[in-house]
T-cell receptor, first 112, second 112 residues
């Protein structure tokens, strides 16, 4: 158990809908990262937050957004969902902006 | 050309064998190198975290980094069936804003 929690574990929704994924980092970790993992794309970095501020952006679509709250938990919002958005979404956290990252168990999103 | 190249496998070896997993990269700015183990449908688990060149040993696992050749390796001694998983290499630059780049992963199977 890495100490990073993610909810929900599974999410099934229809195209065009909007969903919110939630992540609680390890105690004391200030950085939160979001990743998407699909069969044909591997693990893709989406976005990083550090102590509430966006720090780095990866291949995140404009339909996706994220934020980190004062209690350091983070949410990833996915809107206008498409079939291709079906994937595992992982959250990771680290102590600071360069330390090693610890991953949560992931949220499996299925868009039908 | 991808920034990080990793043979996807699958790699199948008998129990007790020494396993060698490798990644090559093209970006000379990478300074931090990591190996993650991922069991099916689970979050990646950090195995090794190294900075710059050299070797690092932890139990049955040894990580090697050769920055001159842009080549990193993970060795597993006395391999066990429980080591069967996908192994992901990852790396990032020194800057706090640098993104972590993952290899596509190598599927490893240890035959009893």
């Amino acid at each position: 158990d890495s100490g990073v929690t993610q909810t929900p574990k599974h999410l099934i929704t229809a195209t065009g809908q909007r969903v919110t994924l939630r992540c609680s980092p390890r105690s004391g970790d200030l950085s939160v990262y979001w990743y998407q993992q699909s069969l044909d794309q591997g693990l893709q970095f989406l976005i990083q937050y550090y102590n509430g501020e966006e720090r780095a952006k990866g291949n995140i679509l404009e339909r996706f957004s994220a934020q980190q709250f004062p209690d350091l938990h983070s949410e990833l919002n996915l809107s206008s969902l498409e079939l291709g958005d079906s994937a595992l979404y992982f959250c990771a956290s680290s102590e600071d902006r360069v330390a090693e990252q610890y991953f949560g168990p992931g949220t499996r999103l299925t868009v039908t | 050309q991808k920034e990080v190249e990793q043979d996807p496998g699958p790699l199948s070896v008998p129990e007790g064998a020494i396993v060698s997993l490798n990644c090559t990269y093209s970006n000379s700015a990478f300074q931090y190198f990591m190996w993650y183990r991922q069991y099916s449908r689970k979050g990646p688990e950090l195995l090794m975290y190294t900075y710059s060149s050299g070797n690092k040993e932890d139990g049955r696992f040894t990580a090697q980094v050769d920055k001159s050749s842009k080549y990193i390796s993970l060795f597993i001694r006395d391999s066990q069936p429980s080591d069967s998983a996908t192994y992901l290499c990852a790396m990032r630059g020194y800057s706090s804003a640098s993104k972590i780049i993952f290899g596509s992963g190598t599927r490893l199977s240890i035959r009893p």
